[in-house]
């Protein structure tokens, strides 16, 4: 009989100290559960939680700086200025059209001036081993004007083509076909022409 009581005290601390156990871990459980809730972490470690409202930010593209070439009186003679203009592109194409739209749309402020016919377009552009430029016009670039204002013109389309490269070669053509004479005038353009080979044969 004693040993049976032994026996039950026995069982009923095993008992007691197994129930003590489940309630510690499901406490524990609970309290887990709890804060996993208030504070979710990505499922991949890697991820970055976007929080609600956080701005999104995107990378600058890659920009890189050509010049437009406008005419302004010097005295007897005509500068050449440039007009910085930066332009998100990569590939010089891109750079040369962006920087030709800007001219053939004309000056916005100053005292620069422009000999390139209003309504002229910008047909194509090509760069080839970045140091020969093709341009082709629109046959408004061929009208109006004397020989100072074409040689202008030719020198604006030059300068502003070799704005990445001062040493390219340019290559003008209207509509398609190279450009041989210009103006009723008959100025010849011996291409392919050069910052200096204009200097040299067309001075303003």
């Known amino acids: 009989m004693n040993n049976q009581q032994g026996s039950n005290r026995i069982s009923s601390g095993v008992i007691a100290a197994v129930s003590a156990a489940v309630v510690t871990v499901a406490g524990g459980v609970a309290w887990i559960?709890?804060?996993?809730?208030?504070?979710?972490?990505?499922?991949?470690?890697?991820?970055?939680v976007q929080e609600p409202g956080q701005p999104t930010t995107k990378q600058p593209g890659n920009e890189q700086t050509a010049s437009v070439y406008w005419l302004?009186?010097?005295?007897?003679?005509?500068?050449?200025?440039?007009?910085?203009?930066?332009?998100?592109?990569?590939?010089?194409?891109?750079?040369?059209?962006?920087?030709?739209?800007?001219?053939?749309?004309?000056p916005t402020e100053g005292t620069d001036s422009t000999t390139i016919p209003k309504?002229?377009?910008?047909?194509?552009?090509?760069?080839?081993?970045?140091?020969?430029?093709?341009?082709?016009?629109?046959?408004?670039?061929?009208?109006?004007?004397?020989?100072?204002?074409?040689?202008?013109?030719?020198?604006?389309?030059?300068?502003?083509?070799?704005s990445l490269n001062p040493n390219a070669k340019v290559y003008i053509e209207v509509n398609s076909k190279p450009l041989e004479v210009l103006g009723?005038?008959?100025?010849?353009?011996?291409?392919?022409?050069?910052?200096?080979?204009?200097?040299?044969?067309?001075?303003?």
Request: overall charge neutral.
């Open 33 to 48: 559960t709890a804060n996993s809730h208030n504070n979710p972490t990505p499922s991949n470690p890697s991820q970055r």
């Open 119 to 162: 309504g002229t377009k910008l047909l194509g552009l090509k760069v080839e081993n970045n140091d020969e430029v093709h341009v082709n016009l629109s046959e408004d670039f061929t009208s109006g004007g004397g020989s100072t204002s074409m040689m202008g013109r030719v020198g604006q389309v030059v300068y502003t083509a070799t």
């Open 184 to 204: 009723g005038e008959g100025v010849v353009l011996d291409q392919p022409l050069t910052r200096d080979s204009f200097k040299k044969d067309y001075p303003l």
């Open 72 to 106: 302004k009186p010097k005295g007897d003679s005509i500068d050449l200025v440039p007009q910085r203009v930066r332009v998100a592109a990569v590939q010089p194409n891109q750079v040369l059209e962006k920087a030709f739209q800007n001219l053939l749309a004309g």
